[in-house]
């Protein structure tokens, strides 16, 4: 597989960036190894798990199990190298070094997120170990910045070769899955061994290593070890990263997935249409939990009417038609609602407290309303000032 995991952390590494994090840069490069010089000081791990001088010889032996490309060309990924490195970041609790570390690593919703932005590139690598805080300065003053490093087990990629078919779907040991089987003796086939089963298990496109979608549940994906910072994740947390990937348009996603250079431009052409769909089915998981309106406004229509506005993310995306898409209002303390088939409400107000509205969405004629109302309170900053949003 010699462009699989070059292409992986290439891939991964530029989408996690964009999703806001902070990643070293990685670039793809091609060269001959005889360029290598060992350092005296270098050392690595045997076969057997124990540390040994890194030699000439030991490097040539190493690079024999590397593939080659015409001319004895190896392909590789490297990152720029980051200095002044404190060690991993922890899923949990703060940094008692860190003055500005203020906000438990647990109550952060882009450390819960994760497993929401993991899920659609198939990280299953996401840990603390995986993480990298650094040292930092601007304007003279010093900071710690929080790092995602080592992308090369996202997509179909497990770093040296492909991924299991379990990945994703199970812990490495998992012991729910495990308290699943017993009762049957594990007769029962599962979703995802069936899946394997009908691939004849081996995989077709050796860039790609084994990704698909044909079992991807967003909601019940799992990292390959647990952590508790994930199972916090709510509906708001899985909303606010399902609302980011789904900002990717289809060229968007194929122009990164370019930066990939595979040399079989059909491996590329999947890859691209996997992530495509993924994205959707992310997308339509998260969205379905909650009331999934965005780009809420507030206009003031005259002294006593207010009208609020908003984008049905659902509707948006093509989850959900606009014709049979209806929303309820409901004015807390007041008892009463108001159902619009339009993305707005009128809202006649008096007085000078706050109002808080709760608005609900439904997307057939036969479906019920969303159980998460979307809730939203208006104020005033002064007696004579008009209201606007306060919170969301």
């Known amino acids: 597989n010699p462009e699989m995991t070059t292409s992986a952390e290439i891939i991964s590494h530029k989408f996690f960036y964009a999703f806001g994090y902070h990643v070293a840069e990685y670039y793809l490069v091609q060269f001959n190894p005889n360029i290598l010089q060992v350092d005296p000081k270098a050392t690595y791990y045997d076969e057997n798990g124990f540390k040994q001088p890194l030699t000439q010889e030991a490097l040539e032996e190493l690079l024999e199990r590397v593939p080659k490309f015409k001319g004895?060309?190896?392909?590789?990924?490297?990152?720029?190298?980051?200095?002044?490195?404190?060690?991993?970041?922890?899923?949990?609790?703060?940094?008692?070094?860190?003055?500005?570390?203020?906000?438990?690593?647990?109550?952060?919703?882009?450390?819960?997120?994760?497993?929401?932005?993991?899920?659609?590139?198939?990280?299953?690598?996401?840990?603390?170990?995986?993480?990298?805080?650094r040292?930092?300065?601007?304007?003279?003053?010093?900071?710690?910045?929080?790092?995602?490093?080592?992308?090369?087990?996202?997509?179909?990629?497990?770093?040296?070769?492909?991924?299991?078919?379990?990945?994703?779907?199970?812990h490495i040991v998992d012991w729910f899955e495990v308290g699943r089987a017993a009762p049957t003796l594990k007769i029962t086939e599962k979703a995802w061994e069936e899946r394997w089963d009908d691939l004849n298990r081996r995989v077709a496109y050796p860039a790609l290593g084994y990704f698909d979608n044909s079992q991807f549940d967003a909601g019940e994906w799992k990292t390959q070890f647990p952590y508790e910072v994930f199972d916090r994740l709510n509906a708001g947390d899985a909303f606010w990263a399902a609302k980011i990937i789904m900002s990717f348009s289809a060229d968007e996603i194929r122009a990164i997935v370019n930066t990939g250079e595979f040399s079989d431009s059909e491996s590329e052409k999947i890859l691209s249409e996997i992530l495509i769909t993924r994205r959707d089915i992310v997308g339509r998981s998260w969205f379905s939990r909650v009331t999934p309106l965005d780009e809420i406004r507030?206009?003031?229509?005259?002294?006593?009417?207010?009208?609020?506005?908003?984008?049905?993310?659902?509707?948006?995306?093509?989850?959900?038609?606009?014709?049979?898409?209806?929303?309820?209002l409901v004015l807390e303390g007041e008892g009463r609602s108001q159902e619009s088939d339009a993305p707005s409400f009128s809202i006649p107000v008096s007085g000078a407290g706050d109002i808080t509205l709760f608005i609900q969405s439904k997307h057939s004629a036969s479906g019920g309303w969303?159980?998460?109302?979307?809730?939203?309170?208006?104020?005033?900053?002064?007696?004579?000032?008009?209201?606007?949003?306060a919170q969301i």
């Not at 590789?76 to 570390?101: I, V």
């Not at 304007?139 to 379990?166: E, Q």
């Not at 206009?299 to 309820?328: H, N, P």
């Open 298 to 328: 507030l206009f003031q229509i005259d002294d006593g009417t207010y009208e609020v506005r908003f984008a049905d993310l659902a509707v948006k995306y093509g989850f959900a038609s606009s014709t049979d898409s209806r929303y309820r």
């Open 135 to 170: 040292i930092e300065t601007e304007n003279g003053r010093a900071y710690l910045k929080h790092y995602l490093i080592d992308f090369g087990s996202t997509l179909g990629s497990a770093a040296d070769h492909p991924k299991v078919p379990a990945a994703g779907y199970e």
């Open 370 to 389: 969303s159980e998460l109302p979307l809730k939203i309170v208006l104020a005033k900053k002064s007696q004579e000032a008009p209201f606007e949003i």
């Open 72 to 133: 004895g060309i190896v392909r590789a990924s490297a990152s720029k190298f980051l200095t002044d490195s404190k060690g991993y970041m922890n899923f949990e609790g703060r940094r008692d070094s860190d003055p500005d570390d203020l906000i438990p690593h647990e109550d952060r919703r882009s450390i819960r997120a994760l497993r929401v932005f993991g899920s659609w590139l198939n990280h299953y690598d996401l840990r603390e170990g995986n993480t990298l805080d």
